[in-house]
């Protein structure tokens, strides 16, 4: 965080904030991404195309913001290949387990006052401070 600008900040929550608001009053959907990507496994003819849209979205906008002169941050990851596969197989467990990811719950179901998005993002929030203290503080990880 050595980089951190809150007036880039406030502006991505706000395109995020707006994107999420669009695609609820437009198409009547949840911006969640593991509900979107889960939808492309066995779609309805009309699912296909906002869903690919909305990933490749998330795949596009970085390009551009790197061809308009942006600069990305470099990506350094020094956690062992076979600790990111497990983490992700939890993380997908428990978007199973949760009925969606933190996207869909944090920033769709809180905006919506869901009383189960709040639970299910307290428990995301509690758990990842938990990891991050026992990886880094306990286990040296």
Same mark, same amino acid.
């Given at each position: 965080?050595?980089?951190?600008?809150?007036?880039?900040?406030? %502006?991505?929550?706000?395109?995020?904030? @707006?994107? @999420?608001?669009?695609?609820?009053?437009?198409?009547? /959907?949840?911006?969640?991404?593991? *509900?979107?990507?889960?939808?492309?496994?066995?779609?309805?003819?009309?699912?296909?195309?906002?869903?690919?849209?909305? #990933? @490749?979205?998330?795949?596009?906008?970085?390009?551009?913001?790197? @061809?308009?002169?942006?600069? #990305?941050?470099? %990506?350094?990851?020094?956690?062992?290949?076979?600790?990111?596969?497990?983490?992700?197989? +939890?993380?997908?467990?428990?978007? /199973? #387990? *949760?009925?969606?990811?933190?996207?869909?719950?944090?920033?769709?179901?809180?905006? /919506? *006052?869901?009383?189960?998005? #709040?639970?299910?993002?307290?428990?995301?929030?509690?758990?990842? +401070?938990?990891?991050?203290?026992?990886?880094?503080?306990?286990?040296?990880?």
């Amino acid at each position: 965080m050595e980089n951190f600008s809150p007036v880039s900040a406030l %502006v991505g929550g706000a395109m995020i904030g @707006a994107s @999420a608001a669009l695609l609820l009053v437009l198409n009547g /959907r949840i911006a969640g991404i593991s *509900g979107i990507l889960g939808g492309l496994i066995n779609p309805a003819r009309s699912e296909i195309g906002w869903r690919t849209a909305f #990933l @490749a979205g998330l795949f596009v906008a970085p390009l551009v913001y790197v @061809a308009s002169g942006g600069v #990305l941050p470099p %990506v350094v990851v020094k956690t062992p290949l076979w600790l990111l596969v497990v983490a992700g197989l +939890i993380v997908g467990f428990g978007t /199973r #387990l *949760g009925a969606g990811c933190t996207s869909g719950h944090g920033v769709c179901g809180i905006g /919506r *006052g869901s009383p189960r998005s #709040l639970v299910a993002t307290a428990t995301f929030m509690a758990t990842a +401070i938990l990891t991050v203290f026992v990886t880094r503080h306990v286990l040296g990880i």
